[in-house]
């Protein structure tokens, strides 16, 4: 699994002791994830242990893909909290259409090591949603500091406010 590094969007940046990356791999139809989050100073406020489909994750600390067509404009998201919990949602355009997603299973994040978080995201039936793959990626993540500061890494960054949906954060492609 290559590793990529993501990068804080350079409105709200942590200090540069932090690094997030992330690397995936795309099986049939799951997609595993692993974040990797450095922080040797212990400036990140981690979430407390949670399970299941939460709402409004986005606004801590939380992990996030985005799944696009590569010839349409309907997309998925999927939240991934260090807690455990998460969310996934569909929209049929640019933060239009927005609904609850229906996973064939749940997504399933582990942490696995004293820096690293491993997700797995079951992918069946996305095709009927967004169409078949190869698909447009776009991996995120919200970093929350303790002093209350947040700071949105991604592999690319469109002009302005952070905005993941944005089309210029697919920089990545899948399948």
Known sequence: MKSHILVSH??????????VAVGWT???EALALEFRVSDPHHTILW??????RTDGLWQNTCFEAFIGSATGSA???????????????????YRSGMRD?????????????SNRWHATLDLTGL??????????????????ARDGSKSYWSLAHPPGKP????????A???G
């Open 127 to 144: 095709s009927d949603l967004i169409g078949p793959a190869p698909w447009r990626l776009a991996v995120t993540a919200v970093i929350e």
């Open 26 to 28: 795309l099986d049939a």
């Open 47 to 52: 979430p407390a242990p949670a399970s299941g």
């Open 10 to 19: 350079p409105d709200c940046p942590l200090p540069a002791i932090v690094e």
């Open 163 to 170: 905005n993941f949906h944005h089309a210029d954060c697919f």
């Open 101 to 113: 997603l229906n996973l064939a299973t749940p997504p399933q994040i582990a942490h696995t090591a």
């Open 172 to 174: 990545a492609r899948l």
């Open 75 to 93: 997309y998925a998201e999927v939240n991934l909290s260090p807690s455990g919990a998460w969310a996934a949602y569909a929209f049929d355009d």
